[in-house]
C-alpha cells in the first residue's frame, strides 16, 4: 500500500515569510509525527498526534511553529515568520497507534529559508 | 541531561566482514529501542525493535543486543554488502511515554567491495 507521503519535497522561501509542510499518513494509521532534521543532527522530535487526543506539542521549538491535523488524517505543519536556523528537513511519520512502536517515514520536505 | 550517542560518525568496512555499531545512553529508561536506516535523501526506514526485557534480537543478516545495565546496544550487519552503506540511527522511547521517539545522531557505514 502507499506509505507516508510529504509535499512540497523541496520549499525556498524568504526570511520573514510563512510556510506549510503537508503530511498524508498511512491510511489507518492513527498516530502521526513531525521530526525535524538539521545537517549533521539528529532527528528532533516536534509534535505527535494520537488519535483524537490532545496533541504533545512539547517538542516545538517556538510559538511560531504549529500543527494541525484534521479528520485524524493529514496534517499540516506551520511555520511562521521562517528564520534562516529552520532550514532542515522536516520528517513526518504515522504508526498505527501511539503504542505501536514502528513509525512509518515519508521522505521529507527539504526547506532553505533565504 | 539525555543523551542518545553513537559510537562514531563513520564507519569504514570490507565487504563480506562483520558491521558493529554502538548505541550508549544516559538518563532514559527506554521501554524499546529501535534502529532505523537513512539513505541520502530518504526518510529512516525501520529494521529492528528490542525491547527492555530481551537481550538479542535477529532479523536476517542484522542482529541487536540490548544491555540495559550497561545502557548500550549493539547492532551488528553480518556478511555485509556495499548495498548496506546508509546512516544507521539508533531510536528509543522514554519508558513513561509511548510514541515519541529520541534518535541518535547515527552512524555513517560504508561497505567497499
Known amino acids: 500500500g502507499a506509505g507516508v507521503s510529504q509535499s512540497p519535497s523541496n520549499k525556498v522561501t524568504e526570511k520573514g515569510k510563512d510556510v506549510e509542510l503537508r503530511c498524508d499518513p498511512i491510511?489507518?494509521?492513527?498516530?502521526l509525527y513531525w521530526y525535524r532534521q538539521s545537517l549533521g543532527q539528529g532527528l528532533e522530535f516536534l509534535i505527535y498526534?494520537?488519535?483524537?487526543?490532545?496533541?504533545?506539542k512539547s517538542g516545538l521549538p517556538s510559538d511560531r511553529f504549529s500543527a494541525e491535523r484534521t479528520g485524524g488524517s493529514v496534517s499540516t505543519l506551520t511555520i511562521q515568520r521562517t528564520q534562516q536556523e529552520d532550514s532542515a528537513v522536516y520528517l513526518c511519520a504515522s504508526s498505527l497507534d501511539g503504542g505501536r512502536e514502528t513509525q512509518y517515514f515519508g521522505p521529507g520536505t527539504r526547506l532553505l529559508v533565504l | 541531561s539525555q543523551k542518545i550517542e553513537q559510537n562514531s560518525e563513520a564507519l569504514n568496512i570490507q565487504e563480506g566482514k562483520t558491521a558493529t555499531l554502538t548505541c550508549n545512553y544516559t538518563n532514559y529508561s527506554p521501554a524499546y529501542l529501535q534502529w532505523y536506516r537513512q539513505d541520502p535523501g530518504r526518510g529512516p526506514v525501520f529494521l529492528l525493535l528490542?525491547?527492555?526485557?530481551?537481550k538479542e534480537k535477529r532479523k536476517e543478516r542484522l542482529k541487536v543486543t540490548f544491555d540495559t545495565t550497561l545502557k548500550q546496544s549493539l547492532f551488528h550487519i553480518t556478511a555485509s554488502q556495499p548495498a548496506d552503506s546508509a546512516t544507521y540511527l539508533c531510536a528509543l522511547n522514554r519508558g513513561s511515554t509511548l510514541g515519541r521517539l529520541y534518535f541518535g545522531r547515527g552512524t555513517q557505514l560504508t561497505v567497499w567491495p
Open positions: 498526534f494520537q488519535g483524537n487526543s490532545a496533541p504533545d
Open positions: 528490542i525491547r527492555e526485557n530481551e
Open positions: 491510511s489507518g494509521h492513527t498516530a
